[in-house]
């Protein structure tokens, strides 16, 4: 399975990004997908995940109702809208998926794409 993150960049405080996950190969044998964030000097940490058919979602306290995560028709995308963009927010975002359903530590996770960046200027 290969994962492809975009949609990152640069945007002022309070402004908006939707990032794109799309997954490649043997994505039928995956089942939830998620994302994680890294600042620089700091761990990565989760941000959100959905479960294979979409029907379930779960997110970190300091995004939510701000983010929000969601799948293409396909199942094989996931999207990341990010809306009220903090100075705090500034990471690099990684896309993941693994076997079964939703959780959110990174040692859940098998595959992961390369990240895009985030940087929200205050």
């Known amino acids: 399975v290969q994962l492809q993150a975009s949609g990152g960049g640069l945007v002022q405080a309070g402004g908006s990004l939707r990032l794109t996950c799309a997954s490649s190969g043997r994505t039928f044998s995956t089942g939830a997908m998620g994302w994680f964030r890294q600042a620089p000097g700091k761990e990565r940490e989760f941000v959100a995940t959905?479960?294979?058919?979409?029907?379930?979602?779960m997110y970190t306290d300091s995004v939510k109702g701000r983010f929000a995560i969601s799948r293409g028709n396909a199942k094989n995308t996931v999207y990341l809208q990010m809306n009220s963009l903090k100075p705090e927010d500034t990471a690099v975002y990684y896309c993941a998926s693994r076997i079964g359903g939703i959780a959110k530590t990174v040692n859940d996770y098998v595959y992961w794409g390369q990240g895009t960046l985030v940087t929200v200027s205050s």
């Open positions: 959905i479960s294979r058919a979409g029907g379930t979602t």
